[in-house]
T-cell receptor, first 111, second 112 residues
Framework: QKEVEQDPGPLSVPEGAIVSLNCTYS??????FMWYRQYSRKGPELLMY????GNKEDGRFTAQVDKSSKYISLFIRDSQPSDSATYLC???????????FGTGTQLKVEL | DAGITQSPRHKVTETGTPVTLRCHQT?????MYWYRQDPGHGLRLIHY???????DKGEVSDGYSVSRSKTEDFLLTLESATSSQTSVYFC???????????FGAGTRLSVL
């Protein structure tokens, strides 16, 4: 079983929809959680960075961490075609120096 | 791409030949990482460095070696390339171990 599980999709939604992307993990030592966005043939770029449990909002994006359930989510409000990309969750243990990535969820936002 | 340059961007080579990929950063970050990305596997860590001449293995290090003689440069070498090493290779940097990692644009390697 992988340390981090992520549904690969593809997930197709209409423009303006609320999108929910999720990851589950098994290592309770993970304390730092990140979401990266990767456009086709590009490198991943950081979207959100959170520490421990709770919510963090940045514009249309909200990251949510529930450490008790070992579950993290990324919500995208008012989704746009430009949000079409692969979304990768990543996490690292406190004091650690290596990220563990999910396999990524491919999102397509259609007009 | 956060001051990270990967070279070459594309390479086609033959089985059995040596290949070196270069990552150059202008951010003076301590940590540098090499990943490979394959369908169904996501990003997997090959090797990383936590300082000049200080390197360690990741989860898929077999068949790869690395060197870091300067803070700004991290080299990944495939001593004798195999078809299973056909992949997209990403370099990443971070200032602290648990800090955000910033990624380069990637190198597409095909081993025929």
């Amino acid at each position: 079983q992988k340390e981090v599980e992520q549904d690969p999709g593809p997930l197709s939604v209409p423009e303006g929809a609320i999108v929910s992307l999720n990851c589950t993990y098994s290592n309770s030592a993970f304390q730092y959680f990140m979401w990266y966005r990767q456009y086709s043939r590009k490198g991943p770029e950081l979207l959100m960075y959170t520490y421990s449990s709770g919510n963090k909002e940045d514009g249309r994006f909200t990251a949510q961490v529930d450490k008790s359930s070992k579950y993290i989510s990324l919500f995208i409000r008012d989704s746009q075609p430009s949000d079409s990309a692969t979304y990768l969750c990543a996490m690292v243990a406190g004091g650690g120096n290596k990220l563990t990535f999910g396999t990524g969820t491919q999102l397509k936002v259609e007009l | 791409d956060a001051g990270i340059t990967q070279s070459p961007r594309h390479k086609v080579t033959e089985t059995g030949t040596p290949v070196t990929l270069r990552c150059h950063q202008t951010e003076n970050h301590r940590y540098m990482y090499w990943y490979r990305q394959d369908p169904g596997h996501g990003l997997r860590l090959i090797h990383y460095s936590y300082g000049v001449k200080d390197t360690d293995k990741g989860e898929v290090s077999d068949g790869y070696s690395v060197s870091r003689s300067k803070t700004e440069d991290f080299l990944l070498t495939l001593e004798s390339a195999t078809s299973s090493q056909t992949s997209v290779y990403f370099c990443a940097i971070s200032d602290k171990g648990q800090d955000i990692q910033y990624f380069g644009a990637g190198t597409r390697l095909s081993v025929l």
